[in-house]
């Protein structure tokens, strides 16, 4: 079948790699895809989040399913836009629909819903520009650190951790009155902050049965022992060493279970990933947040672990027969290291020449932001390559992908050099 994949990351190289390991792929759109996807698939020059230059696409190259890469296109309505076209009505979309999608589009939309369905979370209030005083009084009854979190979609940069009163207050108001994140903190969710060691279990769903995937950890912060800026993340580890098999029946019976079921009670419609950010605080796993996508960099982790044929699995979600497929996945660890363009998350160039992937031979390279020009791949974005590995365990796998990583370059590269540094 013709597929089109939607997005440019290092997850949809990830997807577009595992899925054209299927006999049922004859042909493999990206849009706008990257470097590294131009040299699998055939990349199209169109924003995901332009419905009618995807439909005309999809019309024109007869595609048969459409997978959803990023949360702007699910979170914009691109389910609802297929299901409620003529044309377009019997192609299967990959990803929730929009009112399935707040659950990442809005912060408190998803505290609402972990509530109502008695799933364990940090106890929360949300406020605007006219309760900032009440979130004030709120951030008094709290002890340090103060979570605040950006309602809206902010680029996986819109929540903060800050351990000063005074500096929480300011940054409220910086949010709620000065719009420091735009319109995404136009309401601003503040919430306990729970203190243990953070995870990220992936969920399959059809919105009937489910089917759990891998766990991975990221690391989100831009320097070593996780100090500095959030990032979209550096790097990530599968399997979480510490998510024992107690540990992760736990999060099934608690966690997941309840979110799929609350999908029914709620009438979501939902055929598509659930990204379940989670902590576990003493022996138990708390939800910090739900993405309604896969994670990036965990995709690159995930997606080698997954033996499984993923267009298969795709086609039974579609069909709500996601019961009657099982799963296989590699026992081996995979790990991922994120090599970044210099300064970022702050200010950066772009279009650096990138040399030396051709001489990696034991770690896959995912492309993240990059662009291919004059058959160069050159740097498009902060995060520009993933290097992923296979090891008998996550120690072996690293040091896998550091050595990758040394036959590569680009000018002022950057990259993590203590991923894994705390399991």
């Known amino acids: 079948m013709n597929i089109l994949l939607l997005g440019s990351g290092g997850r949809e190289h990830a997807l577009a ?4 390991q299927s006999d049922k792929c ?31 696409l999809v019309l024109a190259e ?55 369905h008695n799933i364990p979370t940090a106890r929360y209030e949300s406020f605007t520009a006219e309760t900032v005083e009440k979130g004030y009084a709120f951030l008094e009854t709290l002890n340090a650190p103060y979570v605040l979190k950006a309602d809206g979609l902010a680029a996986g940069k819109g929540v903060l951790i800050l351990n000063d009163l005074a500096e929480a207050k300011d940054e409220l108001k910086n949010m709620l009155v000065d719009a420091k994140f735009g319109s995404a903190s136009a309401k601003v969710v503040i919430e306990e902050f729970l203190d243990g060691i953070e995870l990220s279990c992936f969920v399959l769903t059809d919105g009937k049965s489910y089917k759990i995937l891998p766990t991975a950890k990221d690391y989100k912060r831009i320097g070593e022992g996780d100090t500095g800026l959030n990032t979209g993340g550096m790097g990530a580890v599968s399997p979480v060493p510490f998510a024992t098999p107690e540990f992760l029946a736990k999060i099934e019976e608690r966690i997941v279970k309840p979110t799929i079921s609350g999908f029914q009670k709620d009438n979501i419609d939902y055929k ?49 027969e996601l019961d009657k497929i099982s799963i296989k996945i590699d026992e081996r660890a995979a790990t991922t290291i994120m090599m970044v363009s210099g300064g970022y998350p702050e200010d950066y160039e772009k279009g650096k020449v990138i040399t030396g992937i051709e001489n990696v031979t034991d770690s896959i390279v995912f492309h993240a932001g990059t662009k291919l020009e004059n058959d160069k791949v050159l740097t498009n974005g902060g995060r520009v390559l993933a290097i992923s590995s296979y090891g008998k365990d996550y120690k072996k796998a690293i040091q896998q992908s550091y050595e990758s990583i040394s036959k590569i370059d680009f000018e002022k590269m950057n990259y993590r050099k203590d991923i894994g540094f705390d399991l």
């Open 17 to 20: 790699w595992k899925m054209l």
């Open 26 to 56: 004859s042909q493999l759109f990206v849009a706008p895809g990257n470097a590294g996807t131009a040299q699998i698939a055939k990349n199209v020059a169109l924003n995901p989040n332009d419905f009618e230059a995807v439909k005309t």
């Open 62 to 116: 007869k595609i048969n399913m459409v997978v959803v890469g990023p949360e702007d296109p699910l979170v914009n309505g691109v389910y609802d836009f297929f299901k409620n076209d003529v044309e377009l009505a019997s192609i299967p979309v990959i990803g929730p629909s929009k009112y399935g999608a707040q659950l990442e589009g809005s912060k408190e939309f998803a505290k609402e819903f972990l509530v109502k």
């Open 272 to 320: 598509g990933f659930v990204f379940i950010g989670l902590i576990k605080v003493g022996d138990d796993p708390f939800v910090i947040e739900y993405n309604v996508r896969m994670g990036d960099p965990e995709t690159e982790v995930v997606m080698p672990r997954l033996k499984s044929d993923l267009v298969e699995i795709f086609e039974a979600m579609a069909k709500q």
